[in-house]
């Protein structure tokens, strides 16, 4: 059955390029080894080449993909070092940025942010793991707008994507229940204004994740491996 087309609205287009592919990838649309062929998902867009070239190109910039001459880019499988990798540099990210958004955080913002916390446990109750991580996404994407850092937001975005895409993909079937409720004393530290808590309960539930990825993934095929 044919898609219906993007709407793209006012959106850059190699912006929302990259996020439709991101989602296809999260929901399995696109697995592990599938290839994505600009000239393809172009027709189907029905945009030029241009933004689908630029939007997968962004994404091999950050590991997702792997551009192949001639052939289109195929979605990449990790190893679990490189998910490791990524966790423990957010450890560092998060870290800073529940530190400054902890005296800038109101309460509209809390709110949000318990409600996120509540999305999550709700989606892994049904086993919905795409809907947990997505919800964690937005969590860490709050605090991370709300520390008023435009250096830190980008390397937040840089590596949430990453993530993301990949922590979807390989860990359903693995318990996280009590990843999940580490957010629980990042929020309560932020609710507190407590820089320093906040700073530390953030960077220790990276790091868990991290650690959580090199029990539980096995390494990537040789030729997966990042550029």
Request: proline share 5%; glycine share 6%; charged share 25%.
């Amino acid at each position: 059955m044919t898609e219906a087309r993007a709407d793209f609205g006012g959106e850059l287009l190699s912006a929302t390029v990259k996020r439709l592919v991101l989602d296809r990838i999260v929901s399995g649309h696109y697995p592990p080894g599938a290839r994505i062929v600009e000239f393809q998902l172009a027709k189907e867009l029905g945009v030029s080449q241009s933004p689908v070239r630029e939007a997968l190109r962004e994404l091999a910039a950050v590991g997702i993909v792997t551009i192949l001459p001639r052939r289109g880019a195929r979605v990449r499988l990790p190893s679990a070092k490189e998910l490791a990798d990524v966790s423990v540099v957010r450890a560092e990210v998060d870290g800073l940025a529940a530190r400054l958004a902890a005296g800038r955080m109101g309460d509209a913002a809390l709110d949000e942010l318990e409600a996120l916390v509540e999305e999550m446990l709700a989606a892994l109750a049904r086993g919905d793991f795409s809907g947990v991580t997505d919800a964690d996404v937005r969590f860490h994407e709050l605090i991370a707008d709300t520390s008023e850092n435009h250096a830190l937001e980008r390397a937040f975005d840089q590596l949430a994507p990453f993530a993301r895409t990949f922590i979807t993909l390989t860990l359903p079937g693995v318990d996280v229940h009590d990843i999940v409720l580490q957010h629980r004393p990042i929020l309560a530290a932020l609710r507190a204004h407590d820089a320093d808590r906040a700073a530390a309960a953030a960077r220790a539930h990276q790091l868990a994740v991290a650690e959580l990825l090199s029990t539980h993934l096995p390494a990537a095929p040789e030729d997966d491996a990042a550029p």
